[in-house]
């Protein structure tokens, strides 16, 4: 279908990247119902004390495996676009250092759940927490996912995700069929990154070559590292200020409370593919307008902030009147108590949804010190609200300051002089000025 002209743009360019959102969505939607769904089914077979064992060891590697990748995936999509005849070295160059750096995590993994557990005993057993430690070696394989990227392709990436949740949800439904312990569907986190890893290397192959082809050069590794890092020290904040909540309830409030929390931060979670999904598509599009048409660009920038908030907001009020009628259907009563706490949760999203936008905007400026800098410090709000508030609010208290935290991450750039405007620009989306000016112009 061809779709109309629209005014300062490439209408060709612009096709191809809406088309290449639209696949993502594709996939990322299919994943999203078959997770939610088979993650009902798993959460009530488990019951809220096991349910809690199954997410603590995701939460306890999720900063070790976002440290793994180095920060590589977006920078090598951006080197790709820049030199795509230097594709094999860059891929390749990635790929060994993700890889090594995902073996490096494990004996760090290790010592971290001994230190943590000599300060309170962690139910969930350390061969748990090791498993899933293992996917920062296969997430190595992920690096593909940028060559895709690159060329705005992700069609395959699509067929990839869909493929690999339906055969991780069959696996998983036969687990509860035939009565298995936490224990496999701990394996199966890991076994879901395998078969995703093996599928975007089969698209490769197909489609670009033998990954045989790639070559490791030293002097690019340097350079890729002191580019990245910023991005990698990011992701790992990232990772502890939307992460840490989860191990601070399993802390404060035991097993059972984490078990609960978990569904909250499964459903208010749930919808964060979708700033993912359009700012990976369109990032090429951005690019190139800050290349050729600034004014261009700071539209296309504006309008990604309003996008943003238009879904984001929608989704927020849809699950705050939902969410009773939601638990009261899928869940059993010992997790009710979920339910009023979503009602706060899911409002983080909005500062989700503009922060991934911000950050592509950050990363196309090469502020990326910049982009650590405001995680930190939204890391740092998160980890002190929760000392303060779940002991005081319970699990109530974790999505508060997880509320809070996300602000605080998103908006930090209206303190510094350079990136104000752009936080007035996320401002002015948040509170539906430009909304509003758009209805009124027509």
Do not use: C
Not at 116 to 122: E, G, S
Not at 192 to 207: P, V, W
């Amino acid at each position: 279908m061809k779709l109309p002209a629209i005014k300062g743009f490439d209408e060709e360019a612009f096709n191809k990247y809406l088309k290449n959102t639209g696949w993502l969505m594709l996939a990322r939607v299919g994943s999203l119902v078959i997770k939610i769904l088979v993650g009902f089914i798993i959460t009530n077979y488990l019951g809220k004390t096991q349910n809690g064992i199954l997410n603590y060891p995701t939460a306890f590697t999720t900063f070790f495996v976002a440290a793994a990748a180095l920060g590589l995936d977006g920078f090598t999509t951006r080197e790709l676009l820049r030199t795509p005849e230097n594709r094999d070295r860059l891929l390749g160059t990635a790929f060994w250092l993700k890889l090594i750096g995902g073996i490096a995590i494990i004996p760090l993994i290790y010592f971290a759940y001994i230190l943590w557990n000599t300060n309170k005993p962690i139910e969930t057993p350390l061969a748990y927490v090791l498993i899933v430690g293992l996917t920062g070696i296969t997430q190595a394989f992920y690096i593909t996912d940028s060559y895709f990227q690159s060329k705005v392709q992700a069609k395959y990436v699509m067929r990839v995700q869909v493929f690999g949740n339906i055969i991780s949800a069959l696996i998983k439904l036969i687990f509860i069929f035939l009565k298995l312990s936490v224990g496999w569907f701990v394996f199966a986190l890991l076994l879901d990154t395998i078969i995703l890893a093996t599928g975007y290397i089969y698209f490769y192959n197909i489609k670009a070559g033998s990954i045989f082809k790639w070559i490791f050069d030293s002097t690019l590794a340097k350079h890729l590292i002191k580019h990245s890092w910023p991005l990698a020290l990011s992701a790992v904040l990232v990772s502890i200020y939307m992460k840490i909540d989860q191990l601070m309830v399993e802390n404060y409030l035991g097993t059972d409370a984490l078990g609960i929390y978990s569904t909250v931060v499964q459903l208010s979670e749930s919808w964060y593919f979708i700033p993912v999904a359009i700012v990976t598509s369109v990032f090429p599009a951005i690019m190139n307008a800050k290349r050729d048409n600034p004014e261009r660009y700071i539209k296309r920038l504006q309008n990604m902030y309003d996008l943003m908030v238009w879904i984001s907001l929608s989704v927020a009020i849809f699950m705050t009147f939902a969410s009773p009628i939601i638990y009261h259907i899928v869940y059993t009563p010992e997790f009710w108590d979920g339910a009023h706490v979503l009602t706060v949760h899911v409002w983080a999203g909005i500062f989700v949804f503009l922060g991934s936008a911000s950050g592509q905007y950050l990363i196309a400026e090469g502020y990326t010190k910049l982009s650590m800098l405001r995680t930190g410090m939204g890391a740092l709000a998160n980890i002190v609200l929760n000392i303060l508030w779940i002991p005081k609010f319970g699990i109530m208290g974790a999505a508060l300051a997880t509320l809070i935290a996300y602000f605080i991450a998103t908006f930090f750039i209206l303190f510094i002089p350079k990136t104000r405007q752009q936080g007035i620009m996320m401002l002015k989306s948040l509170l539906l000025v430009t909304a509003f000016q758009k209805i009124f112009k027509r």
